[in-house]
């Protein structure tokens, strides 16, 4: 977390999130009121957090990894502009809303892995429940053939078995079976795991919904335990 999350957390009266994240913070919110929901309850934690500020109270909603990427900080504001609440205004009933940027997850994987997103890339969530497959798959085609690095975020779960090996065989349809791809599980945290394979071999790799996958473009090797993605330092400069 950043200095300026653990800040938050330590003045605020009213702590809100899923309740797996409220766990991993544990020891930074002791002594906290805390409200936690199960997964796909992400609505209900957004109302509970406003209507906890409406009356008075700070309230801190927690999310995984950047509010901004694939959390609640978009969720929250488009509930706000729906309920036609003023924020960061001098309107009447004004609430303040601040943005608490975090580390996401393809940027503790990255550094885990060394150096796989020095050069454009695109992240996609194979997670259809908010988004239809259709587009998914769409999304990895057009990634895959214009070379992006790509990051693969809610790969796999029990109910979601199959997207991957799907999303594998379409990039597989623009990318060679030997392209390096790196697997990060529970990134900065006490289940943490790495695992290095090719784009070909992917399905055997032990992924669950707390992996990042990152496929490499065209330029992306392997050294050691190493995934690297040139910038392209070596074509113009002696290196």
């Known amino acids: 977390m950043s200095g300026r999350a653990k800040e938050v957390l330590g003045f605020v009266d009213i702590v809100v999130g899923y309740k797996t994240y409220l766990d991993i913070i544990e ?11 199960g997964m796909t309850k992400e609505v209900d934690r957004v109302e509970a957090a406003i209507d906890a500020a409406l009356n008075g109270q700070s309230c801190a909603l927690v999310s995984g990894g950047d509010p901004g990427v694939y959390a609640m900080a978009g969720l929250v504001l488009e509930v706000l502009a729906n309920r036609k609440i003023a924020c960061n205004t001098s309107a009447e009933n004004n609430l303040k ?10 940027c503790a994987g990255a550094a885990l892995l060394g150096a796989p997103l020095t050069h454009d890339f695109a992240a996609i969530s194979l997670s259809d429940l908010l988004t239809p ?6 999304r990895l085609a057009a990634a895959a053939s214009a070379d992006f690095v790509i990051v693969i975020y809610n790969p796999k779960s029990k109910k979601r078995d199959w997207q991957l090996n799907k999303a594998r065989e379409i990039i597989l349809e623009h990318r060679p079976g030997t392209t390096p791809v790196g697997v990060v599980t529970g990134a900065m945290r006490e289940n943490q795991r790495i695992q ?6 992917l399905h055997m790799a032990d992924v669950d919904m707390q992996s990042i996958v ?4 065209s330029s992306t090797f392997i050294y050691g335990d190493l ?13």
Do not use: C, H
């Open 27 to 37: 020891p930074v919110i002791q002594g906290k009121k805390t409200l936690a929901t």
């Open 97 to 106: 809303v601040e943005v608490i940027p975090g580390i996401p997850a393809l």
């Open 133 to 138: 497959w259709e587009l998914i798959e769409k």
């Open 196 to 201: 290095l394979s090719s784009l070909e071999n």
């Open 214 to 217: 990152f496929v490499g473009n």
């Open 227 to 239: 995934m690297i993605t040139p910038r392209g330092y070596s074509k113009k400069y002696d290196i």
